[in-house]
């Protein structure tokens, strides 16, 4: 079955700290994507990135780095210099190749306070 | 912003009533699903439609229905209202185009049963 674990509920730094957001996964399929969504206070889930089981390269985008371990079923997310704005709910969340459809199993998310 | 836009904003219910959620998908895109995600949790699939018809499903009663239109929009139906049915109810659109497409979130609909 599939699942994702984000074991912190909540974290908070001082603006310009970095920060890092733990995901592990569990899944029996050896395809399969991992998506990191934002959700600020509005409630809309914001894309930020999407990556699939065959690429473990991390990636950088701005602030934004992602780190995906294949050998210890990781996907974390850190914010370098960590900014008020980027204060939201950040989830984690994996989809299956094989369903036949396309289903995200999310995380409980991840509330990160950013304080000046 | 994604172009997913979802309506009414909020909604208060009272329980056994039934409600009916909407959304329009972003342009290009075929395929829609729906979410319902309880306070202080993670989003949880309900369904997915692509083509007009349901492909897919999660752990939801048939209480929980749905449609897609012609033109990809879609409507998510709750019959006979309980508590435990007020979340955040959102909506995605995505491209089939394979298993690879990422899913773009509306606004949401917050539902509450009184």
Known sequence: AQKVTQAQTEISV????????????????????????????SGELVFLIRRNSFDEQNEISGRYSWNFQKSTSSFNFTITASQVVDSAVYFCALSEANTGFQKLVFGTGTRLLVSP | ETGVTQSPTHLIKTRGQQVT????????????????????????????YYREEENGRGNFPPRFSGLQFPNYSSELNVNALELDDSALYLCASSSRTGFTDTQYFGPGTRLTVL
Do not use: M
């Not at chain 1, 603006?15 to 934002?38: A, Q």
């Open chain 1, 14 to 41: 001082v603006e310009k700290e970095d920060v890092t957001l733990d995901c592990v996964y569990e899944t029996r399929d050896t395809t399969y994507y991992l998506f990191w969504y934002k959700q600020p206070p």
């Open chain 2, 21 to 48: 959620l909407r959304c329009s998908s972003q342009s290009g895109h075929n395929t829609v699903s729906w979410y319902q995600q309880a306070l202080g949790q993670g989003p949880q699939f309900i369904f997915q």
